[in-house]
C-alpha cells in the first residue's frame, strides 16, 4: 500500500530548470526497489525517463543524459528529478513510481510546459 506523491510541475522557459519532487508513504522504504519518472505527452506513450535503485547512480533516457539528474533520500522516502536545459520536447505529465517485489505504485503525475 505505498502511495507516492508528486509536486514541482510547472511552465517555464526553454533553457530553464526545474525540480520534481516525489515522497512514499503508506509502506516500508526498504522494501522498495526501483524509483524513478516516466513521463507522457499527449497521444504518446509513457516513456523512461529516468530510475534508480536505493544504492546505484541513476540511469536515464537517451533524451535527457547530461540535462536531468535523478537523486533519492531514502531517510525520507523520496526520489528528486532536477531538470536542467529544459527543452519544448520535454512538455509532458512526469509520473514517479516505485516498483517494490510485488507491484509497481505512481504518483498522481505533474504537469511540466516547457514554452516561451
Known amino acids: 500500500q505505498v502511495q507516492l506523491v508528486e509536486s514541482g510541475g510547472g511552465l517555464v522557459e526553454p533553457g530553464g530548470s526545474l525540480s520534481l519532487s516525489c515522497q512514499a508513504s503508506g509502506g516500508r522504504f526498504f522494501s522498495i526497489n526501483y524509483m524513478g519518472w516516466y513521463r507522457q505527452a499527449p497521444g504518446a506513450e509513457r516513456e523512461l525517463v529516468a530510475r534508480m535503485t536505493q544504492t546505484n547512480s541513476g540511469t536515464y533516457a537517451d533524451s535527457v543524459k547530461g540535462r536531468f539528474t535523478i537523486s533519492r533520500d531514502n531517510a525520507k522516502n523520496s526520489v528528486y528529478l532536477q531538470m536542467n536545459s529544459l527543452k519544448p520536447e520535454d512538455t509532458a505529465v512526469y509520473y514517479c513510481?516505485?516498483?517494490?517485489?510485488?507491484?509497481?505504485?505512481w504518483g498522481q503525475g505533474t504537469q511540466v510546459t516547457v514554452s516561451s
Open positions: 513510481y516505485a516498483d517494490t517485489y510485488d507491484d509497481r505504485y
